[in-house]
Structure formats: structure tokens, C-alpha cells
């Protein structure tokens, strides 16, 4: 799988996360690129795991091939042409923070029915034990609490995104319905959907006001409204949401393992969910 080099001039830069920046081709509007800036073996790992989440029926942006501008790796996809993400959308029109936040569950909730064939894709508990285990900021007796936590989650076939929260869900106006589509699936996996809404739950309620600010274009007041809308719609107005939440805030707590990976820094804000809980 040798990356084709493309002339980053031929693009105009359109994104930034943590991990890389997406850029759209100035002259051809059905193709964009997601360059990573460091960590090149994770642009590969990526694609390969893109291809296998397009084939499997979920609705992503379709992968093309990787590819170099000399210095760093990245893939090509096709671009979704007027595409906003959920973050963006209630950042621009925080009165309609409700029913964005209802869409976006309905959303989750299809990801969530989804089984897919476990033989092409991780378990979250092993991609979870794994992060863990590389952990360099938890002590021995912590890593054996979260670890029987971990093992003992419920099982299930279906899909995980894996950093499911509101900037990696979008939709794209077409005709007076909305196509809704799901990104960055580099942690894709399958099993039980608390994994996933552990991190929901976090974006909305836990990160610092500049965080929140810089990468999802909303205040925390307006996230944590996105959070009280969402919860019901994903399940369900009868439901016991305050036993629910409980349970999301020990997984949201989990999600450390993914935020510390990727800042390489211990996550307070995050652990504080697991004191008491877990550990």
C-alpha cells in the first residue's frame, strides 16, 4: 500500500483536530484528504479499517487510498459536499441545541443496532485491556480494578464508533432530508454501547470551557444542555436516566485510556469518574 504524493498546494486546509488536519481539493469538490501529523502508522492502520467499516454498511465517508505530501501520510475520502458536523451546527444555532441533540442520538442509536462480523473487527474489551495496558499513569492496583471492570462489561455484537461525540457525526443537506454520516473511526470496534456513550457523555459534560470552546464551537453550559436532550432521546423517555447516567459516568471515566493515549498525559478532569466506582 504505497501512498500516491499529492501536491498539497492543489488544497485548501478545511479542519483541525488533535491527531491531523482534512483539506478539500480547490477544483475537484468530491475529494478530501485527512493528513496526520505525527504517528504515521496510524494513517494505515486507519485506512484499512475505513475500507472494512464502508463495506460493513455504516455510514461513513467512502476511503479512497493513502497518500503522501512528501513529509506526512494521510487518506483520501470522498469529500461530503455542504457537510456540517453536530458540533458545528449547534455552535452556530445554540436555540436549536434540542433537536440537533435528538438527531444525533437517533444516530448513535442506528450505529448501536448495527451487528457487524466479529471476525473483521476488535473487541472494544480487548482494544480497552490493550490502551490499559500501555497506561503509564495508573498504579498496578488500578489497572486491576479497571481491568475486572473491563471484563466483566456486558458483551454484544454490535458496532462501537470508538470517539463517538458530536463533532465526529455530520449530515449534509440533500433535497429537504438530511444524509447523516459518521467520521474518524480509527478505534472502531464492536460491544457493549456504554463504551461509546461514555465519551458522549464526556465531551458534553467534563472537558474545560476553553476545550470545549476550541473544538466543538459551544460553551460547556450549551454542551451540557446537548447532553440532557440527547440522553432521553437515545433511551427512551421511560427509562431510569439516573441510573443510566451512573452507569455512562464510570465509562465516560474509561475513556481516559483513549485521551491519555493521544495527549500522553494524565487526564484528572476524566478519572475523577472512576473514584469511588471502579477504584
Known amino acids: 500500500m504505497e501512498p500516491l504524493l499529492i501536491d498539497l498546494n492543489d488544497y485548501v486546509q478545511s479542519g483541525e483536530g488533535a491527531n491531523g488536519?482534512?483539506?478539500?481539493?480547490?477544483?475537484?469538490?468530491?475529494?478530501?484528504?485527512?493528513?496526520?501529523?505525527?504517528?504515521?502508522?496510524?494513517?494505515?492502520?486507519?485506512?484499512?479499517?475505513?475500507?472494512?467499516?464502508?463495506?460493513?454498511?455504516?455510514?461513513?465517508?467512502?476511503?479512497?487510498?493513502?497518500?503522501?505530501?512528501?513529509?506526512?501520510?494521510?487518506?483520501?475520502?470522498?469529500?461530503?459536499?455542504?457537510?456540517?458536523?453536530?458540533?458545528?451546527?449547534?455552535?452556530?444555532?445554540?436555540?436549536?441545541?434540542?433537536?440537533l441533540a435528538k438527531e444525533f442520538a437517533e444516530l448513535c442509536r442506528q450505529l448501536h443496532q448495527t451487528e457487524v462480523d466479529t471476525t473483521q473487527f476488535k473487541n472494544v474489551k480487548d482494544h480497552y485491556l490493550?490502551?490499559?495496558?500501555?497506561?503509564?499513569?495508573?498504579?498496578?492496583?488500578?489497572?486491576?480494578?479497571?481491568?475486572?471492570?473491563?471484563?466483566?462489561?456486558?458483551?454484544?455484537?454490535?458496532?462501537?464508533?470508538?470517539?463517538?461525540?458530536?463533532?465526529?457525526?455530520?449530515?449534509?443537506?440533500?433535497?429537504?432530508?438530511?444524509?447523516?454520516?459518521?467520521?474518524?473511526?480509527?478505534?472502531?470496534?464492536?460491544?457493549?454501547?456504554?463504551?461509546?456513550?461514555?465519551?458522549?457523555?464526556?465531551?458534553?459534560?467534563?472537558?474545560?470551557?476553553?476545550?470545549?470552546?476550541e473544538a466543538f464551537h459551544m460553551d460547556n453550559a450549551t454542551a451540557a444542555r446537548f447532553w440532557k436532550a440527547f440522553a432521553p432521546a437515545y433511551f427512551g423517555e421511560k427509562a431510569n436516566l439516573a441510573e443510566l447516567e451512573k452507569e455512562v459516568r464510570i465509562y465516560a471515566g474509561l475513556k481516559t485510556l483513549i485521551v491519555e493515549r493521544d495527549t500522553k498525559r494524565p487526564m484528572p478532569n476524566f478519572r475523577r469518574m472512576l473514584e469511588g466506582t471502579i477504584y
Open 130 to 213: 490493550t490502551l490499559l495496558e500501555q497506561n503509564p499513569f495508573f498504579t498496578d492496583e488500578q489497572k486491576q480494578k479497571i481491568k475486572d471492570f473491563i471484563v466483566n462489561a456486558p458483551e454484544a455484537k454490535t458496532a462501537i464508533h470508538g470517539d463517538l461525540q458530536f463533532g465526529n457525526g455530520l449530515f449534509v443537506e440533500n433535497n429537504g432530508k438530511r444524509d447523516k454520516y459518521l467520521i474518524d473511526l480509527g478505534d472502531f470496534c464492536y460491544g457493549y454501547p456504554m463504551f461509546d456513550l461514555g465519551m458522549v457523555y464526556l465531551t458534553c459534560n467534563l472537558n474545560d470551557e476553553a476545550f470545549t470552546k
Open 21 to 99: 488536519a482534512s483539506y478539500d481539493h480547490k477544483t475537484n469538490p468530491n475529494v478530501m484528504l485527512k493528513i496526520y501529523f505525527r504517528n504515521f502508522e496510524s494513517a494505515r492502520q486507519e485506512l484499512e479499517l475505513a475500507q472494512k467499516v464502508y463495506a460493513a454498511g455504516i455510514p461513513t465517508p467512502k476511503p479512497g487510498r493513502l497518500i503522501t505530501d512528501g513529509k506526512r501520510l494521510g487518506i483520501q475520502f470522498e469529500r461530503l459536499y455542504g457537510k456540517k458536523s453536530y458540533a458545528r451546527a449547534v455552535g452556530e444555532n445554540p436555540e436549536l441545541v434540542e433537536p
